[in-house]
């Protein structure tokens, strides 16, 4: 039999404070539950947002404070403990405990894994220090080095949203930008040839070099500390960069998890109500979790904002149902990316062979609508600068529409 609902004597122990966490607790004590809540994280700071690292953070508009999401009021209002720089080291689900870096052992009745994601790295000689942009320290020191009042040389590994993010802010302060790309389009696996095509011609409008279908053969020392380097392409091209930044992807942390028995392929594998057993439960960046999307179900990590608040919101509700009564998580993946002075965003989540129509504006007008379609569903909306658009359809996104039906919540 199933481990049922929660009950006030029981503890809850989230592993990792960041924004999926710290929405579980919130959960949590929004549908009332007045037990224990204690939240570990690595990270010696209280939960912050990620998206503003390389944005307001990288270009020095805002102050770390601002981008912090529990300070210690709202710590106190949610009751929960909070204790910052521990790393878990091991996970015990039988005897529900977590193992911590400082030797404390810690027992709970439900444990929530909410380690997120860690930059992927590229390997490197000593002495030279590529940026990534994960953590507080790392948009901290982009400002740093962006905000110093000399133009630089800035070259970036990757055209991701997060590389594009970079670039933007960087050539905003008046650096000299490269990006460099492995995909012949920058984001075409994600966003299709068409529309990943015209997100990489963002990069030339303000001056930034984009190489695409490029190989980073070596990477050996550069001038200028502490970013600086020489990146060897397998062109033959060679590029000197006094700050070198890499956004070549994410891993999930579950490193401390092997050897716990639970399911790890990929992020830790849950259910469509996140359980990974009856007790514990994963959520945001570091799940991979079985998304109910157009009539099938697909084991599926995403690494949004949104779907890690959400995924805060399921397991506070899987906690307090019980895995038996517990709903599955209704997910329509939204992200968002403010780069070159637009917004893209997306609505659920393509997938190769889609098909994909822009059904209002144009690459010209510099706005724009898709919509991507599989069989008779629609699967994705894709937008620059038109949210509003984008957001009619979320409602009938969250049902499943047709594309005629989409067509007519738009207007068209
Ligand atoms: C620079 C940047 C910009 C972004 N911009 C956008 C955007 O514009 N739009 C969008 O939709 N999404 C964006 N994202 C993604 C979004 O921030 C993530 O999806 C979100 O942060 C995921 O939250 P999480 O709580 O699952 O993981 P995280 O935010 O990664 O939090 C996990 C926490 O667990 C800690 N941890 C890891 N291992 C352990 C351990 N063993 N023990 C204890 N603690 C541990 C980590 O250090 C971290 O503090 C951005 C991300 C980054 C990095």
Known sequence: MSAGPITENDHVLIVGAGLAGLRTAQGLRDGGFTGCITMVGDEPHP?????????????????????????????????VELICGDAATALDPEAMTVTFASGAVRAADRIVIATGTSARHLPVPEGVHPLSVRTMEDGMALAGVLTGGTPLRVVIIGAGFIGAEVASAAADLGHVVT????????????????????????HA????????????????EG??????????????????????????????NTTWLEGSGLQLDNGVVVDDRLFATDTILAVGDV??????????VTPTRIEHW?????????????????????????????FWSDQYGVKLQMLGRPAPGDTVEIVLGSEEDGSLLALYTRGNLVSAAFAISKPRQLMQLRAAMVAGCTKAEALAVLGL
């Open 47 to 79: 939960p912050y947002d990620r998206p503003p690292l390389s944005k307001q953070i990288a270009t020095g508009k805002w102050p770390a404070e601002r981008a912090v999401l529990m300070g210690e009021e709202r710590r106190a209002e949610l009751n």
């Open 205 to 220: 409008k303000k001056g930034v070099a984009l190489t695409t279908g490029a190989t980073v053969e070596r990477i050996t």
């Open 179 to 202: 990006v460099i790309e492995a995909q012949e389009i920058p984001l075409g696996t994600i966003l299709g040839p068409e529309l990943g095509a015209i997100c990489g011609h963002l």
């Open 306 to 334: 949104q779907v890690a608040a959400d995924h805060g919101a399921t397991a506070a509700h899987s906690l307090l149902a019980g895995r038996e009564k517990a709903q599955p998580a209704a997910i329509l993946p939204y």
């Open 223 to 252: 001038p200028g500390a502490p970013y600086g380097a020489t990146v060897h392409l397998a062109s033959g091209e060679v590029l000197t960069a006094d700050l070198l930044v890499v956004g070549i992807g994410v891993v999930p």
């Open 287 to 296: 799940a991979r979790f079985a998304w109910h999307a157009l009539g099938t």
